[in-house]
């Protein structure tokens, strides 16, 4: 019965510190914002990049794409794709201003019903790739064309333009709305801004107030939504079902995940991380477009895939689809401040999309010996 | 790693040549204008060019800032951004009042200089605290164009508008009838977008109204239609026919005889101008004591030698 030292069970051979270090999907990504950081901060480092505005500006884009990632990520590593989730933050951004504005009801109410609605249409998407096997890639593409489609046709319809308004009006002294638009921290800006760290309005109505006058919800959410799915898919059995599900959906039936449960989950998960993106967006804004979030999906891919996700399931880490995201937020608004002509972003992001697969995969090849 | 340092510092290199290209510009101000549109639109190539040519003569550094897919909310954070970078002056369009007043205000407040061009309008350059509006204001466009067909003979018009829902179109229709002294009544059609929609409505309503002086279209949109719609009824070159904005069919028509005029917003003005008058207000406090209407410009076919030739780069 007992082993001998040569066939010593895999699962339970004694790996080194630093090789466990590496071992991380994420370790790609830490190298890349580190490189990236270092980058704009020889190049763009006295542009006001790193000052309070500045600072804000990558963090909230970044978070914005966090929002995103978080969901795509845990898609992906169940085995899927979304690629419906750039429509659906139009449909959900659209949905709040209809029923809030041209209907007239309460934005607490727009704001509960556009999120059942966007998990229900999340968990169609699920149903749909469950039940007829057909690759989530085809059917979510469905679901891009037909959610933009509806986006632009409802408000067309309904108060023949495309852009709606108003929402602000809307969501004053609403209960619900300030957890998505509202602002955290004020107090402390303030002080900041009085002890001169960081600068204040110098003219019109706002004058001797700081610039930056408190921390977006929009952040809380991205860095809240990182902390909770880390931990689930880290520290929990769903996480694992969720690994299973991704790595190897008919093994992990025989012995006893429920994978398509799962998948759909991961499905209606991701639909909830657009509707957050769109609500934020929209209490921020006051208004709803109906070509809000094109490309989006494909910006919450290249995060993840930055972050070291594998394309295939069932390998990847929600802190390296952050760090991904934080990678696309710095790079993008970055060039800017460095001075870099704007339609060279594009080369710069391909750049660094196609430099960090390869670099993960280099690296996932030497650390687990695949290959 | 080796390799992935190498490309690492080759990418820096790279980009180090880039970054110190644009500076050598530098020199003195720094202006950047955000638009609204998508990479893919080609019209704003113009303001591309005209800013640059501003930029190069005022001895001043610009840049051009666009969401890359025309997502508004992506342009509120560019505005955003170009405040941070604290440059002395931004030129921006404001195309919907409820996303961008906001981040315009706030540079507003932090001491840069605005200037609204192509969209929006004076009063609401006015209220987000810009200096001052560079456009065509399109109720004057209309009246512009009213007065001018009144003096060629017209008494009575057909207004295609094929995007009613925007209040400026709206402008278009009811100064043109304004500048000729009528009333606007039910001249105005709603066309809706699609061409053989477009098309069909505007030969209906020729056919109940066969005294109708003359048609005027507010863009490629609904001109290219009714240019068709025309050649089917025979009155092509016969009614007059006037219309906003310019497209490749509707220079084409101009110089058949067909369009008596296109009305040019002329977006090199809406860049260019903004740049000279920043430049001039930061360097001697000099300001115009008004907005600048960019437009009308009237491109009639006398004129179409210089558009045909600059289409797409300064026209």
């Not at chain 1, 079902?241 to 449960?261: C, E, L, M, S, T």
């Not at chain 2, 790693?1 to 970054?19: L, P």
């Given at each position: 019965?007992?082993?001998?030292?040569?066939?010593?069970?895999?699962?339970?051979?004694?790996?080194?510190?630093?090789?466990?270090?590496?071992?991380?999907?994420?370790?790609?990504?830490?190298?890349?914002t580190?490189?990236?950081?270092?980058?704009?901060?020889?190049?763009?480092?006295?542009?006001?990049?790193?000052?309070?505005?500045?600072?804000?500006?990558?963090?909230?884009?970044?978070?914005q794409?966090?929002?995103?990632?978080?969901?795509?990520?845990?898609?992906m590593?169940?085995?899927?794709?979304?690629?419906?989730?750039?429509?659906?933050?139009?449909f959900?951004?659209?949905?709040?201003?209809?029923?809030?504005?041209t209907?007239?009801?309460?934005?607490?109410?727009?704001?509960?019903l556009?999120?059942?609605?966007?998990?229900?249409?999340?968990?169609?998407?699920?149903?749909?790739?469950?039940r007829?096997?057909l690759?989530?890639f085809?059917?979510?593409?469905?679901?891009?064309?037909?959610?933009?489609?509806f986006?632009?046709?409802?408000p067309q319809?309904?108060?023949?333009?495309?852009?709606?308004?108003?929402?602000s009006?809307?969501?004053?002294?609403?209960?619900?709305?300030?957890?998505?638009?509202?602002?955290v921290?004020?107090?402390?800006?303030?002080?900041?801004?009085?002890?001169?760290?960081?600068?204040?309005?110098?003219?019109?109505?706002?004058?001797?107030?700081?610039?930056?006058?408190?921390?977006?919800?929009?952040?809380?959410?991205?860095?809240?939504l990182?902390?909770?799915?880390?931990?689930?898919?880290?520290?929990?059995?769903?996480?694992?079902w969720?690994?299973a599900?991704?790595?190897?959906?008919?093994?992990?039936?025989?012995?006893?995940?429920?994978?398509?449960?799962?998948k759909?989950?991961?499905?209606?998960?991701?639909?909830?991380?657009?509707?957050?993106?769109?609500?934020?967006?929209?209490?921020?804004?006051?208004?709803?477009?109906?070509?809000?979030?094109?490309?989006?999906?494909?910006?919450?891919?290249?995060?993840?895939?930055?972050?070291?996700?594998?394309?295939?399931?069932?390998?990847?880490?929600?802190?390296?689809?952050?760090?991904?995201a934080?990678i696309?937020?710095?790079?993008q608004?970055?060039?800017f401040f460095?001075g870099?002509?704007?339609?060279?972003?594009?080369?710069?992001?391909?750049?660094i999309?196609?430099?960090?697969?390869?670099?993960?995969?280099y690296?996932?090849?030497?650390?687990?010996?695949?290959? | 790693?080796k390799?992935?340092?190498?490309?690492?510092?080759?990418?820096?290199v790279?980009?180090?040549?880039m970054?110190?290209?644009?500076?050598?510009?530098?020199?003195?101000?720094?202006?950047?204008?955000?638009?609204?549109?998508?990479?893919?639109?080609?019209?704003?190539?113009?303001?591309?060019?005209?800013?640059a040519?501003?930029?190069?003569?005022?001895?001043?550094?610009?840049?051009?800032?666009n969401?890359?897919?025309?997502d508004?909310?992506?342009?509120?954070?560019?505005?955003?951004?170009?405040?941070a970078?604290?440059?002395?002056?931004?030129?921006?369009?404001?195309?919907d009042?409820?996303?961008?007043?906001?981040?315009?205000?706030n540079?507003v407040?932090?001491?840069?200089?605005?200037?609204?061009?192509?969209?929006?309008?004076?009063?609401?350059?006015?209220?987000?605290?810009?200096l001052?509006?560079?456009?065509?204001?399109e109720?004057?466009?209309?009246?512009?164009?009213?007065?001018?067909?009144?003096?060629?003979?017209v008494?009575?018009?057909?207004?295609?508008?094929?995007?009613?829902?925007?209040?400026?179109?709206?402008?278009?229709?009811?100064?043109?009838?304004?500048g000729l002294?009528?009333d606007?009544?039910?001249?105005?059609?709603?066309?809706?977008?699609?061409?053989?929609?477009?098309?069909?409505?505007?030969?209906?309503?020729?056919?109940?109204?066969?005294?109708?002086?003359?048609?005027?279209?507010?863009?490629?949109t609904?001109a290219?239609?009714?240019?068709?719609?025309?050649?089917?009824?025979?009155?092509a070159?016969?009614?007059?026919f006037?219309?906003?904005?310019?497209?490749?069919?509707?220079?084409?028509?101009?110089?058949?005889?067909?369009?008596?005029?296109?009305?040019?917003?002329?977006?090199?003005?809406?860049?260019?101008?903004?740049?000279?008058?920043?430049?001039?207000?930061?360097?001697?406090?000099?300001?115009?004591?008004?907005?600048?209407?960019?437009?009308?410009g009237?491109?009639?076919?006398?004129?179409?030698?210089?558009v045909?030739?600059?289409?797409?780069?300064?026209?």
């Amino acid at each position: 019965m007992s082993k001998t030292d040569a066939t010593v069970d895999e699962r339970i051979k004694e790996t080194s510190k630093l090789r466990k270090a590496l071992i991380r999907p994420e370790l790609g990504a830490i190298v890349g914002t580190i490189a990236v950081f270092a980058f704009f901060i020889i190049f763009a480092g006295n542009s006001g990049m790193f000052n309070a505005q500045g600072v804000l500006n990558w963090s909230t884009v970044s978070a914005q794409f966090m929002i995103i990632a978080v969901g795509a990520c845990m898609l992906m590593i169940a085995g899927e794709f979304d690629l419906s989730v750039g429509s659906m933050i139009g449909f959900a951004g659209m949905s709040i201003a209809i029923i809030s504005v041209t209907l007239g009801w309460p934005i607490w109410v727009a704001i509960l019903l556009t999120f059942a609605l966007c998990i229900a249409i999340g968990a169609l998407n699920g149903i749909i790739v469950v039940r007829t096997g057909l690759p989530s890639f085809i059917v979510t593409l469905a679901f891009l064309f037909i959610l933009r489609g509806f986006t632009i046709f409802f408000p067309q319809l309904i108060e023949r333009r495309t852009i709606i308004g108003g929402i602000s009006e809307a969501a004053e002294g609403d209960w619900l709305a300030p957890l998505f638009g509202g602002k955290v921290g004020g107090g402390f800006f303030i002080w900041l801004g009085d002890l001169g760290v960081i600068e204040v309005f110098s003219r019109g109505t706002r004058a001797g107030q700081p610039v930056v006058d408190g921390i977006p919800m929009l952040i809380i959410w991205a860095l809240g939504l990182v902390a909770i799915a880390h931990i689930i898919l880290t520290r929990t059995q769903f996480g694992n079902w969720i690994f299973a599900a991704g790595g190897d959906a008919q093994a992990a039936r025989y012995v006893g995940v429920p994978v398509n449960r799962v998948k759909i989950q991961m499905f209606m998960f991701t639909a909830f991380c657009a509707c957050v993106f769109a609500t934020c967006q929209v209490i921020e804004f006051g208004s709803a477009g109906a070509d809000r979030g094109l490309l989006k999906e494909f910006e919450a891919i290249i995060a993840v895939v930055i972050g070291g996700a594998l394309l295939t399931g069932g390998y990847g880490s929600v802190i390296g689809a952050a760090l991904g995201a934080l990678i696309f937020g710095v790079v993008q608004q970055g060039l800017f401040f460095a001075g870099v002509e704007s339609s060279l972003f594009r080369v710069f992001l391909g750049v660094i999309l196609l430099f960090a697969v390869i670099l993960n995969t280099y690296i996932r090849r030497i650390i687990t010996g695949e290959r | 790693m080796k390799a992935v340092m190498k490309t690492v510092t080759i990418a820096a290199v790279a980009a180090t040549a880039m970054i110190s290209a644009n500076a050598a510009m530098a020199e003195g101000e720094r202006y950047v204008l955000v638009s609204h549109a998508p990479d893919s639109d080609s019209w704003w190539n113009t303001i591309k060019n005209g800013l640059a040519l501003g930029g190069e003569q005022m001895g001043v550094t610009v840049e051009y800032r666009n969401p890359p897919t025309g997502d508004l909310a992506d342009m509120a954070r560019i505005i955003e951004q170009a405040a941070a970078s604290a440059p002395d002056g931004i030129i921006t369009t404001l195309a919907d009042f409820d996303v961008l007043s906001g981040p315009i205000r706030n540079a507003v407040d932090a001491g840069i200089e605005v200037i609204i061009i192509n969209s929006g309008t004076p009063e609401q350059a006015r209220e987000v605290g810009a200096l001052m509006y560079v456009g065509q204001p399109e109720y004057d466009a209309g009246f512009a164009a009213g007065q001018r067909a009144a003096g060629d003979g017209v008494a009575s018009f057909l207004c295609v508008n094929h995007y009613i829902a925007q209040p400026a179109s709206t402008e278009r229709c009811q100064g043109f009838a304004d500048g000729l002294g009528i009333d606007l009544g039910n001249q105005m059609i709603d066309s809706g977008q699609d061409p053989s929609e477009i098309q069909n409505r505007v030969m209906a309503y020729l056919n109940a109204n066969p005294d109708t002086d003359a048609v005027l279209t507010l863009g490629p949109t609904s001109a290219d239609p009714t240019i068709l719609a025309l050649d089917q009824m025979g009155l092509a070159g016969d009614i007059y026919f006037g219309t906003f904005d310019l497209g490749g069919d509707i220079v084409q028509a101009i110089s058949d005889g067909v369009i008596e005029w296109g009305i040019d917003q002329q977006p090199f003005l809406q860049a260019y101008l903004p740049v000279v008058v920043l430049t001039n207000y930061h360097r001697f406090g000099v300001l115009p004591g008004n907005n600048i209407n960019s437009g009308p410009g009237f491109v009639t076919a006398d004129a179409l030698g210089l558009v045909a030739d600059l289409a797409g780069e300064y026209r």
